[in-house]
């Protein structure tokens, strides 16, 4: 089971290290394509644009369904769910940062905070009166 | 920007594509490694898993630093962050799924907690005295 885990992984990761193939994925995900649309917007020919097509497959990234004589392609999620759970594993490294730079936010906020309110204190009858000091202007 | 950015998913990806590299960034996550600590859990040469260390390297996923004659390697995360934000476009189709499941979960818990409700409401002395019952056995 791991084992055969580990060479899906290997197949889904290298399938997705090529910027064509993640864009066929990308177009896959607004629905079913035709080997020729998803051929279409890449300056290729049809045979290289099919080679892409199959490490899609074989990576169970794809599923090809032969209708007549054409061939409709639709994304399969479940391999890139399990590359996204191989990725979870480090995902405290990046939370990590982000909660730090969270932490100084607020402690920049509640800094500013504090000196407004110290401002507020200090002219309160204007801050009563907003209507006022618009009759003011 | 994007295309730095593509090609930096090109090698990431590429580089996640093999089980080595990848036990190599998850004995990683437990703190700095020596190449050769890196390399000792595989049955390969020195030189192999050199080559490995030096496509991590090239997809900014570690950086090696020179201390003595000893090579000392540490994760990068940035790229795997990255990497997990390309996947996260995705996640709406297994998380489409899990919703669906966690529905049908609680129609089926809800349907469940019915049908106790009703027993408990033909028996409510038994389940008020719970000591009674035990003493009973």
């Known amino acids: 089971m791991v ?19 993640r864009q066929m994925l990308h177009a896959l995900a607004d629905g079913e394509r035709t080997v020729s649309e998803l051929a279409d917007p890449f300056s290729m020919s ?6 892409h097509i199959k490490v899609l497959e074989r990576a169970g ?40 730079l969270d932490r100084l936010l ?7 905070l504090t000196s407004e309110r110290e401002k507020t204190d200090d002219s309160d009858t204007d801050a009563e009166q907003p209507s006022r000091r618009r009759g003011d202007a």
Chains 1, 2 share one sequence.
Not at 73 to 78: E, K, N, T
Not at 106 to 112: I, L, M, N, S
Request: with cysteine; hydrophobic share 35%; aromatic share 10%.
């Open 61 to 100: 990234l794809i599923r090809r369904e032969v209708r007549g004589r054409t061939h409709h392609c639709r994304l399969v999620p479940g391999p890139l769910a399990s590359a996204n759970r191989w990725l979870a594993y480090y995902e405290r490294f990046w939370t990590e940062r982000l909660d730090t």
């Open 46 to 51: 049809l045979a290289a644009a099919s080679k």
């Open 106 to 112: 607020r402690e920049e906020d509640a800094g500013r």
């Open 3 to 21: 084992e055969f885990q580990t060479s899906q992984l290997d197949t889904v990761f290298h399938a997705l290290g090529d910027a064509t193939r």
